[in-house]
């Protein structure tokens, strides 16, 4: 199969190439012209295109196939996070979380911010005493520190940021967030749920520049094309990360396709210019790899901090009145006018919904939209596609709903623990019904909410899809909801041509077929031939995005 005639630039030959085209699974060959595959097939019929300028890689039997496309990422945090702030360790305790903080304040320069990443989201109890404050502040040794907990929702602040951030003890909660107080005293303890987070972002992000954005966006690629990716949906795409995307994209750096998605709302949890001031500046940053075709809104929060809306409340506890079940951010009303909006401006609505009663209210306000305005010719993303209410399932599908899948969240984590600490075992573990979504014939898309998990690596959200364990090791023999596991075939669609139709770029990207880009990864196993627990040992030894190696390992 051939798209046009002409002679290759470049020629992949001699592998066990997996095209996700299902006309054509499996080839042993990809011819390449101009960054776009000019043909799928043997080696023999790919030979044909060889030419004295053509460059020939001998895949020596290796498996190929199309590069990731991951529909959820926070593109500039996670440069951000791996260029100017630091990681904590999985499992870390109070004492732990102190001592790291410790260990960067001895190096800092003075009044320098200790930003760091991520405290587990069952550690919420712990951190919100006074005493645990107090630890915090003597191993700050006087610098302000932003600490985020690992949903990105919400901080823990030492004192000195409080201060600098103009927080203070009898300062009322902020619209659609909390400050967290000690349940003996009433006082602060540093925890910031939701929109009081961003108070303390703002303060700390004083000394970020464009060109540390820029620089940020640049690392960012580099780490997503070292795990094949090449192509990824920003989540929440403020006015810097549309300037730094587009700037690299004019300078030919870079190395991915890139969709965004422009909040309507600010979120609570970052800032910069939003809503219509946003939307009628997103042309000026349209190149020909960045797509500004979405739009984004926060419906919900977190479980763990039990601001996501459920049909059904948590347990009860001293800090919420009885009965508490989350709410949502939009009025219904509201809903349906930004749906309505975003369809009229040709662009798709993702929205964060992860509780169940969130995903129902935006399936009745697309239900709504779709009564008045007919069929649309855009997707809406419902970003956490996680608690679905049985009846919910097949409304995806009968609306062209997206569930945006992040795998990598789902699977055993301290996240889990998380939400049974406030839901209980039964309906925290009833979590991401992925096998019945895709039997009911609902798109599914895979993202990773990178650096909300701090590897973006989508082979471990894949083997989580096939085996329900986490495949790092941790929670040892701990399945979640076993029956919804899916095969392997699948797993790898919904990370590659699903995400890429529900961006809207499947004709540039997501399988291997003439006409489209280039984007080809090489492996240093085939996963098809290995037991499914080893899947995300797999790793990518050369990443080609439009025909050039943007990595090599």
Not at 413 to 427: D, N, Q, S
């Amino acid at each position: 199969m051939s798209h046009g005639a002409g002679r290759a630039d470049l020629i992949l030959t001699n592998g066990r190439i997996y095209t996700v085209d299902p006309a054509k699974p499996w080839a042993e060959a990809v011819a390449v012209a101009g960054g776009r595959i000019l043909a799928v097939g043997s080696h023999a019929e790919i030979s044909g295109f060889a030419g004295s300028a053509t460059t020939t890689v001998d895949l020596q039997g290796r498996m190929a196939m199309p590069g990731f496309v991951d529909v959820h990422n926070h593109i500039m945090m996670g440069g951000q996070a791996d260029l100017f702030e630091t990681q904590i360790k999985a499992g870390a305790t109070v004492d732990d979380i102190c001592a790291h903080v410790r260990g960067q304040a001895e190096n800092a320069a003075p009044g320098q911010w200790i930003v760091a990443n991520q405290w587990g989201a069952d550690m919420m109890a712990a951190l919100n005493t006074q005493a645990a404050l107090a630890s915090l502040d003597a191993a700050s040794l006087g610098h302000p520190v932003l600490l985020r907990d690992e949903t990105m929702h919400n901080r823990w602040v030492n004192s000195e940021a409080m201060r600098l951030s103009g927080i203070s003890d009898n300062q009322p909660d902020p619209p659609a967030g909390a400050f967290g107080r000690d349940p003996r005293t009433g006082r602060l303890t540093g925890l910031l749920i939701e929109s009081a987070a961003g108070i303390v972002e703002r303060a700390a992000a004083d000394h970020f520049t464009e060109a540390m954005g820029e620089a940020a966006v640049a690392r960012a690629v580099e780490i997503v094309n070292a795990h094949g990716v090449t192509a990824f949906q920003d989540a929440a795409s403020v006015l810097p990360i549309l300037k730094a995307l587009a700037n690299l994209d004019r300078k030919d750096k870079l190395t991915a396709w890139a969709v965004t998605s422009l909040p309507l709302i600010e979120p609570s949890f970052m800032f910069g210019l939003s809503g219509d001031e946003l939307l009628a500046l997103r042309d000026q940053y349209r190149t020909s790899h960045v797509r500004p075709n979405f739009t984004k809104i926060f419906l919900d929060g977190v479980p763990g901090a039990q601001t996501a809306a459920f049909h059904d409340a948590y347990i009860q506890d001293s800090a919420h009145p009885p009965g508490h079940r989350g709410e949502v951010l939009v009025t219904y009303p509201e809903l349906v006018r930004h749906i309505d909006k975003s369809e009229k401006l040709g662009m798709g609505l993702k929205i964060h919904c992860t509780g169940d009663y969130a995903v129902t209210e935006m399936l009745d306000a697309v239900e709504a939209v779709r009564h008045f305005n007919g069929p649309a010719k855009v997707l809406h993303h419902i970003a956490h596609a996680s608690y679905i209410r049985a009846d919910d399932i097949s409304r995806f599908a009968e609306l062209g709903v997206v569930a945006d899948l992040c795998p990598m969240i789902w699977y055993p984590t301290t996240f889990l623990e998380g939400h049974k600490a406030v839901m209980g075992e039964e309906r925290a573990t009833r979590f991401w019904p992925i096998a019945d979504l895709r039997k009911s014939g609902a798109l599914l898309a895979g993202g990773s909410d990178w650096p909300v998990i701090p590897v973006p690596d989508p082979w471990h959200g894949i083997e989580g899809m096939v085996t329900r364990q986490n495949p790092s090791g941790a929670f040892p023999g701990v399945s979640l909801w076993a029956e919804q596991a899916i095969d392997l075939a699948s797993a790898i669609e919904i990370y590659t041509l699903n995400s890429a139709i529900a961006m809207g770029i499947d004709g540039e990207t997501g399988s291997l077929e003439p006409g489209k880009s280039a984007d080809v990864i090489v492996l240093d196993q085939n996963v098809f031939e290995i037991p499914a627990n080893r899947i995300a040992d797999t790793q990518v030894l050369t990443t080609y995005f439009e025909g050039k190696a943007v990595f090599q390992r």
